[in-house]
């Protein structure tokens, strides 16, 4: 099993969600976060006084799916969420242990 | 044409009749009723009382206008330029004074305003409101009840120390600024209102000492809220972390909407300051509106060349520079003027927010100075340089008001008008801060500041997100 952090543009995450369901991964969850990579945020103007905003707005998107789903997914989400420009977020892949689904304590894939 | 035409009109009118209608009578053929004296008086008498109605109903329209700018206007737009642990804390203050100064007008303020006294000051005589009923105080508005000029009044009286809360925000103590703008409100603002606006007042265009023209308020309101505010300012010192951390507004949308009241108000506060409903009335009006329009354009010209973006906020606070610099001059000049006053005010006063406070470095917070005390000081000199007797004969008809009629002299009145309400604002607001810093302390401790004024100040929060 492996989970996958995908950190994205939030105006992105409709095109993201729609080719996850098409390439037939289901379930997700979605964060609303806040943050920045090498793309240092940008200036706001008020009352002549610049203010430099780092922390931009992102969505972070959690999926936990079998391994043979890994490159699936990844093409699903960097081909919908790609834009070419600085900013468009990362993917983080890591595995997972154990799975439990807690209504019936079903455990590894079949929790999924 | 003015308002005075039109006042002067009227009992000309009511004085012609009773001969015209004898001459009728006299020639007339037998048989028709002879006008009595009492049907006469009884038709003065309606006169009066529809001139009266008309007036009443503009000017208490007015005072609710000038209220609507308090609260909610100006509690919006400071509320939104504020941090948002500050919300409450901010609008607070602007609530507060709705209801201090209301009171203390009622007791005595409006008395040492309005009142007969001495040049500086008026008397004890509206003590409690004594004397002052429902018919016309003719000093003042022949008009309207006297309630109704003392309720407008008392409008003018709320918004001055509302108005300099936008230099010490986010730092001072809730009960430092209740008992250090209720004396305010009565050792500043009263003083400066009978100087300008009362009978024997120094400042009296109609014989005061030193005749200035203040139509609205440029100094009684603005001068002395704006240069009181960047004495406190100065006084309190900055904000934690000022200007190393980032301070911007939490909130654009509600000082927009508070912005776009203020404006809407203003019409009452200028408009209604002729006192009447007559054409005077719609000339402020027209005038206000011009020059808020124009503001706004001078502002974002000025910023969208300094910084490469018109922003809302500079558009907004163009409009409210731009109703200032009018407000002295609303009454007494052109459209043209009007309009040319309007975006003078926008580039002086963007200038003063963008480089005069970054050179000095002090913390006027919400720009209460830049805005009012500038704004207020330009448009109380420009006052003198485009009043002219077309708008209003101030000085007794056929006499020069302003530069325009050739009256050069009146602009040195305007800057004595402006220099008392700048030694005024600075020595009275001095001695209160530094006797209410003994007594109460003015600012907030450290944590509390870090804490925000909702929590420390008032134990509640302006956005509780959770369900």
């Known amino acids: 099993m492996l989970k996958i952090e995908a950190i994205l543009q939030p105006s992105k995450l409709d095109a993201v969600k729609d080719a996850l369901l098409e390439a037939g991964i289901e379930g997700m969850t979605i964060l609303e976060a806040r943050g920045h990579g090498r793309q240092k945020g940008h200036t706001e103007f008020y009352r002549g006084r610049e203010y430099t905003v780092d922390l931009l707005p992102k969505v972070k998107i959690e999926l936990v799916l079998h391994d043979e789903l890994k490159e699936k997914a990844i093409q699903a989400i960097t081909s919908a969420a790609r834009t070419g420009r600085i900013g468009d977020g990362k993917i983080f892949i890591s595995k997972i242990d154990e799975a439990i689904r807690i209504r019936n304590d079903e455990r590894g894939d079949s929790a999924l | ?467």
């Open chain 2, 1 to 467: 044409m003015s308002g005075r035409c039109f006042r002067y009109f009227l009992p000309v009118l009511c004085c012609a009749l009773p001969t015209l209608t004898l001459a009728q009578t006299s020639s007339a053929a037998a048989g028709q009723a002879p006008a009595t004296q009492a049907q006469i008086a009884a038709l003065q008498q309606s006169i009066q009382n529809a001139q009266m109605s008309a007036d009443n109903a503009w000017m208490l329209v007015s005072a609710a206008l000038v209220l609507l700018m308090t609260g909610p206007g100006l509690a919006l737009f400071y509320g939104g330029l504020v941090r948002k642990k500050n919300i409450l804390g901010t609008m607070m203050q602007s609530f507060a004074m709705m209801g201090l100064v209301t009171i203390l007008w009622a007791i005595v303020g409006y008395s040492l305003a309005f009142g007969h006294g001495n040049f500086f000051i008026g008397g004890f005589e509206h003590v409690f409101l004594r004397g002052v009923g429902l018919t016309p105080n003719t000093d003042y508005a022949p008009t309207i009840p006297e309630q109704t000029y003392m309720v407008y009044q008392l409008m003018f009286a709320i918004i001055t120390p509302a108005l300099i809360t936008g230099a010490f925000a986010e730092r001072m103590k809730f009960s430092a600024m209740a008992v250090f703008l209720s004396l305010w409100s009565l050792l500043v603002y009263s003083p400066m209102a009978h100087m300008v606006w009362g009978v024997g007042g120094l400042l009296n265009a109609n014989g005061g000492h030193i005749p200035s023209l203040d139509f609205a308020g440029g100094t009684v309101v603005h001068i002395t809220s704006g240069v009181s505010a960047l004495v406190t300012a100065l006084y309190l010192g900055k904000r934690l972390g000022y200007p190393h951390t980032a301070m911007p507004p939490h909130s654009m949308v509600l000082s927009f909407i508070g912005a776009c009241l203020l404006w809407v108000g203003w019409f009452g506060f200028n408009a209604g300051s002729a006192l009447n409903s007559g054409p005077l009335a719609t000339s402020a009006f027209i005038n206000t509106h011009f020059a808020a329009a124009a503001a706004a354009l001078g502002w974002t010209i000025f910023e969208w060349k300094h910084n490469g973006k018109p922003t809302a906020l500079g558009a907004i606070s163009g409009a409210v520079a731009g109703l200032v610099a009018i407000t002295p001059a609303s009454g007494y000049v052109q459209p043209f003027a009007a309009l040319l006053i309007g975006l003078i005010a926008g580039f002086f006063c963007s200038f003063m927010v963008f480089k005069v406070k970054a050179m000095f470095g002090y913390d006027d917070s919400l720009d209460a100075f830049g805005v009012h005390g500038a704004g207020g000081t330009l448009g109380a000199l420009l006052t003198g340089l485009f009043a002219t007797k077309a708008i209003n004969a101030a000085f007794g008809a056929g006499m020069a008001t302003g530069a325009m009629d050739g009256h050069w002299g009146q602009i040195l009145n305007q800057a004595a008008g402006a220099g008392i309400a700048w030694g005024i604002s600075i020595v009275g607001t001095l001695v209160l801060l530094f006797v209410v810093d003994k007594v109460i302390g003015l600012r907030v401790s450290h944590e509390e500041e870090m804490a925000g004024l909702d929590l420390s100040q008032h134990g509640e929060e302006g956005y509780d997100l959770n369900p």
